[in-house]
C-alpha cells in the first residue's frame, strides 16, 4: 500500500490523539499539528511512542491564522512530503449564555473552529486536485446540528463547518478529494471526564446508549473517510452520538 501523508490540526487533545493513531493504524505517515503555547509536543511523542507509534512529525502553528497555517503545512510537506488527507480537527471552547458573551469570545471561536478551516484547506485542496487524490475530513459537533445553550459561538462555528464542507465536496467532487464531516457527541476525553461525577452523569443520562463516545470509535471514523474505501462518499455527515441527536 502508497503510504500517504495525513496531516491532523488539533493533533495534541484527547480526540486528536486518537486520531491520530487510528490514521497510523491505517498505514499513513501522520503530521501532528500543536499550538506552540498550549500544546507540549515531547509528552504527546512519548505518549505515542508508549503506544508505538514512532513514525509521526510534529509541526507547531496557530490554526486562526493565515500565515501561519501557510508556514505550518509548508513545514509538514518538507518533512513528511504532499498532504494527501486533511483533517481539520483544532477547536475551542468559550462558553457562555448570549447576553453576557463578549466579542471577544465570538471571535476566538469562530475564528479557530471555523476560520481555521479556511486557512488550512486553502494550501492543501488545490494540489489534492492537482493530483486527483485527497480526503478533507472536518470535526463539526452534534451542537452544530441542535444548538446548545450558552454556546451560540460554538454551535455556530460548528453548524458552519458543515456549511463549508457541502460547498467544498461540492467544488471538488470531480477531482478526486473527497470532504466530509464528522459530528461527535460526548466523547470521553480526559477533558470530559475530569467533569464532576454528578454533572459527567447528567450528561449520560441525555445519551440514549447512557455512554460517551470512545476517542478510538471517532478516530476509526476518520481512517475510513480517508480510506480508498470511502472514495464515493463526500459531502456526508457522519453523526457519532450515540443516538442524541438524528439529523
Not at 37 to 55: I, R, T, V
Not at 96 to 114: P, Y
Not at 166 to 171: D, H, R, S
Request: proline fraction near 3%; hydrophobic fraction near 45%; charged fraction near 20%.
Amino acid at each position: 500500500m502508497t503510504q500517504r501523508v495525513a496531516l491532523v490540526t488539533g493533533a495534541m487533545g484527547g480526540l486528536g490523539i486518537a486520531i491520530c493513531q487510528e490514521l497510523a493504524k491505517a498505514g499513513h505517515k501522520v503530521v501532528a499539528s500543536y499550538h506552540p503555547e498550549f500544546d507540549k509536543p515531547e509528552e504527546f511523542k512519548k505518549l505515542m511512542a508508549d503506544a508505538g507509534f514512532n513514525d509521526l512529525v510534529c509541526v507547531a502553528g496557530d490554526v486562526s491564522n493565515f500565515d501561519s497555517c501557510a508556514a505550518m503545512v509548508a513545514e509538514a510537506e518538507a518533512k513528511a512530503g504532499s498532504i494527501d488527507i486533511l483533517v481539520n480537527n483544532a477547536g475551542i471552547t468559550r462558553d457562555k449564555m448570549f447576553g453576557r458573551m463578549e466579542l471577544g469570545q465570538w471571535d476566538a471561536v469562530i475564528a479557530t473552529n471555523l476560520t481555521s478551516l479556511f486557512n488550512m484547506t486553502k494550501p492543501v485542496s488545490a494540489k489534492m486536485a492537482e493530483r486527483g487524490w485527497g480526503r478533507i475530513i472536518n470535526i463539526s459537533s452534534v451542537n452544530g446540528l441542535k444548538g446548545q445553550a450558552g454556546q451560540t459561538n460554538y454551535s455556530a462555528a460548528k453548524a458552519g463547518v458543515i456549511g463549508f464542507t457541502k460547498a467544498l465536496a461540492a467544488e471538488l467532487a470531480a477531482k478526486g478529494v473527497t470532504v466530509n464531516a464528522i459530528t461527535p457527541g460526548y466523547v470521553a476525553t480526559q477533558m470530559v471526564l475530569a467533569i464532576k461525577p454528578e454533572v459527567l452523569q447528567s450528561i449520560i443520562d441525555t445519551v440514549p446508549m447512557k455512554r460517551l463516545a470512545k476517542p478510538e470509535e471517532i478516530g476509526g471514523a476518520c481512517a475510513y473517510l480517508a480510506s480508498d474505501l470511502a472514495g464515493f462518499m463526500t459531502g456526508a455527515t457522519m453523526n457519532i452520538n450515540g443516538g442524541l441527536y438524528y439529523q
